[in-house]
C-alpha cells in the first residue's frame, strides 16, 4: 500500500519556522526520524521510506502555499496514489495552538492552500491533519500572525504536538482514517 504525506508550507528561508510552516516542519521530524532525506524534484521536495509493510511518500511542495494543489495533484498521479491515501499537514488558526484534529474532509476554512487544493484535486474529500496554531492576533492581522515566527514558549513545546502528529500520520497509514480519528481526536 502507498501513502502520500504533504506537508504545507512556503520555501524559503524568510518562512521556514513560521506558523504557517507546521507542514513542513512536522515532514521534516517525520524524515529525520525515519533517517531519510529530501530530494528537490518537479514542483516539491520528496522523500519516502517504508514502515509496517507500507510504502509512505511525502513532499513539501515547492509552489508556495497558494498553489499547493498543483504539487498535490502532480504527485498523486505520478505516484499513482487515490485520494484516500492522501493526507495533508496544515496549520490552522482556528485551533488552540498544539491541538490537532484529524479531518476527512472539510471546507479551505479560508485557507489558500486547501482552497488550491480543493480546486485542482476536485473537491473537499481528502485527509487533512489540523495543526492549531491559534488566533493570538489583532483584527486584521491575521497574515502577520500566520507568516510570523513561533514564540519561544511555542518552540518549546512544538517538539511534543509534531511527535502526536506524527504518530498520527503513521495511524493513518496503517489503521485508516476512521480508527485514527477515534483514537486520537479530542
Known sequence: MKYLIIGLGNIGPEYELTRHNIGFLTVDRLADQEGVSWTSNRLAFTTDFKYKSRHIHMIKPTTYMNLSGKAMNYWMKELNIPKENVLVIVDDVALPFGSLRLRG??????HNGL???EELTGGQNYARL???????FPKGKQVDYVLGRWRKSE?????IFMDKAI????AFCTIGLNMTMSQYND
Open 167 to 170: 504518530e498520527m500520520t503513521k
Open 130 to 136: 489540523k495543526f492549531g496554531i491559534g488566533d493570538d
Open 155 to 159: 518552540i518549546e513545546e512544538l517538539p
Open 105 to 110: 474532509k472539510g471546507s479551505s476554512a479560508g
Open 115 to 117: 482552497k488550491n487544493i
